[in-house]
């Protein structure tokens, strides 16, 4: 059993005791926050699942740089890095039509790979 399988049935566990005593008991005996048994009470559907940590994530990014943009990082990467460094990258690519500042380019490209 992994650790946010065996937090989710702990939280069970809390929900089960706070559904029969009341949320303030249950709180006390696990040595949690009200407001953390009130929210799991609240997300608790009967399974141990949906009292599961999610991701925090965000699922889209709208400042992220587009697929064509990073073609262009791409090729100007591969024509001149190697010769003239970022600053001949950010260069070649400002030719192919790329329009962001430097700094954001080299983030692209780390991230890239």
């Known amino acids: 059993m992994n650790r946010i399988t065996h937090e989710a049935k702990k ?5 089960k005791l ?4 009341g949320k303030s008991f249950a709180s006390r005996v696990y040595g949690v926050s009200l407001s953390s048994v009130k929210r799991w009470c ?10 599961a940590e999610r991701s925090h994530r965000p699922l889209s990014h709208p400042k992220r ?3 064509a943009e990073e073609e262009i990082i791409r090729a100007a990467y591969r024509e001149k890095f190697y010769r003239y460094g970022w ?3 950010y260069a070649e690519a400002i030719k192919y039509g790329y329009g962001r500042s430097l700094s954001g380019m ?4 780390r991230r890239m790979g």
């Open 87 to 89: 600053d001949g990258t």
């Open 65 to 67: 740089h587009s697929a």
């Open 18 to 21: 706070a559904n029969r005593k």
């Open 11 to 15: 939280r069970q566990g809390v929900v």
């Open 42 to 51: 609240k997300r608790y559907d009967g399974s141990w699942q949906s009292l």
């Open 106 to 109: 080299v983030y692209a490209a």
